[in-house]
C-alpha cells in the first residue's frame, strides 16, 4: 500500500525488452531490498536488483505487458524522470491518502494555470473522480476541485509542483491515474445488494 506522498524524483537508465532501470540517490536507494514493492509514476513495481553506486543506486525492475498497456511506463526513455515512493510500513505515518499502486488506465493534460491542472480521462472511469476526492496523478496524492463531463482538475501546491515530476508536466503530458479504491469497493458492494 502506498499514500501518494511521493519519496523522491529517479532518471530512467534503461527501459526495453520488459525491464525498467531507474537511478536514484545514495539516501532513497541503500534502504531498499530486493523483493520490495517501489510505486514509479505510481503503478507498484517489485525491484529485482538493488546495484549500488558511489553516488547512486540503480533500481532495476520487470515490466509485464499488463503494466505497460495500463500506464505511460512504456512512454518513458533514458533521462526521462520518475516519481517514486516505498510502500508504506505497519505503523507508519499516513498522510496522503490510500493507494494501491494498481493504475487503472492513463490520461492527458489539457491545461496548466496558476496550479490548476486540467486533466482529460477515460468516461469509463470518470464515475470514480468526484469533486474534493483523492487521486493519485502518476502516484501524487492530489484533491480533486472539480469534475466536468471527460475531465477533472486537480490544486497542485507550490511544494508538490517542486518535489516532484509534477513541474515537468505540460500542455499533452501523459500521466497515470488511480482512482480512489473505496468509491470501487463502494460500487462493487451496491451491485451485488442490487442483483440480490
Known sequence: MFTGIIETIG?????????LEVLVSLKFGNGIKTG???AVNGACLTIIQNVKFKIQNL???????????RTNLGLLKKGDTVNLERALKAGGRF????????V????????????IFTIEFSKEYMRYIVPKGSVSVDGISLTVVDVLKNYFTVAVIPRTMENTI?????KGSVVNIEVDIIGKYVENLLNHCIKK
Open 36 to 38: 520490495s514493492s517501489v
Open 59 to 69: 533500481l532495476c525492475f520487470d515490466v509485464v505487458p499488463e503494466t505497460f498497456s
Open 11 to 19: 532518471a530512467v537508465e534503461k527501459n526495453r525488452a520488459g525491464r
Open 166 to 170: 509534477a513541474k515537468f508536466y505540460k
Open 95 to 102: 498522510e496522503g491518502h490510500i493507494a494501491q499502486g494498481h
Open 104 to 115: 487503472e488506465a492513463v490520461a492527458r493534460i489539457t491545461n496548466i494555470e496558476d496550479g
